[in-house]
T-cell receptor
Framework: RKEVEQDPGPFNVPEGATVAFNCTYS??????FFWYRQDCRKEPKLLMS???SGNEDGRFTAQLNRASQYISLLIRDSKLSDSATYLC????????????FGQGTILTVHP | EAGVAQSPRYKIIEKRQSVAFWCNPI?????LYWYQQILGQGPKLLIQ????????DSQLPKDRFSAERLKGVDSTLKIQPAKLEDSAVYLC???????????FGPGTRLTVL
């Protein structure tokens, strides 16, 4: 079983749609959780951290369920500029804990 | 603030040749990472440094890959000899330690022919 698993998609949605990505992780000792965004031929950049209480940043909402070891990202009112690969990322339990990336979910938003 | 710098941006070599990549992290960041990202996959950690000490190199193919971070600042990653399956983007990242955000460099795209 992979440490971090995502549905690779691709997701192809029209502008204005709501889209949700799911991710599961295998290490119950994981401490920190993130969604990164990676544009084509660019480096990954942090989109948002994910907290147990759930958190929102504009059109983006992230949720964490530690009991189920499940992370989600919801994008509302999709824009063309949201087209990218979204990487689910989990960090280990120590202060030196490494980041483990999922394989990424490809999103294409079309007019 | 300057970001993570990497060079070269692109490299094409033949199999069995050697290649080296360079990374300069964000000033003051104690932790430095090298990742390998194969097309269609997420980045995979190769090695993690805390200052100039290795914290995790469990996924580094040590028979051909080596890395160093002298003086706890710049780092180099070397492949010797390269194989076809080493074709990938090599990403360097740094963070100030703890559980803070990692910042990535633009990567080096390696093609092995």
């Amino acid at each position: 079983r992979k440490e971090v698993e995502q549905d690779p998609g691709p997701f192809n949605v029209p502008e204005g749609a709501t889209v949700a990505f799911n991710c599961t992780y295998s290490n119950s000792a994981s401490q920190s959780f993130f969604w990164y965004r990676q544009d084509c031929r660019k480096e990954p950049k942090l989109l948002m951290s994910v907290y147990s209480s759930g958190n929102e940043d504009g059109r983006f909402t992230a949720q964490l369920n530690r009991a189920s070891q499940y992370i989600s990202l919801l994008i509302r009112d999709s824009k063309l500029s949201d087209s990218a690969t979204y990487l689910c990322v989990v960090r280990g339990g120590t202060s030196y804990g490494k980041l483990t990336f999922g394989q990424g979910t490809i999103l294409t938003v079309h007019p | 603030e300057a970001g993570v710098a990497q060079s070269p941006r692109y490299k094409i070599i033949e199999k069995r040749q050697s290649v080296a990549f360079w990374c300069n992290p964000i000033s003051g960041h104690a932790t430095l990472y090298w990742y390998q990202q194969i097309l269609g996959q997420g980045p995979k950690l190769l090695i993690q440094f805390q200052n100039n000490g290795v914290v995790d190199d469990s996924q580094l193919p040590k028979d051909r890959f080596s890395a160093e971070r002298l003086k706890g600042v710049d780092s180099t990653l070397k492949i010797q000899p390269a194989k076809l399956e080493d074709s990938a983007v090599y990403l360097c990242a740094s963070d100030p330690g703890g559980l803070k955000e990692q910042f990535f460099g633009p990567g080096t795209r390696l093609t092995v022919l």
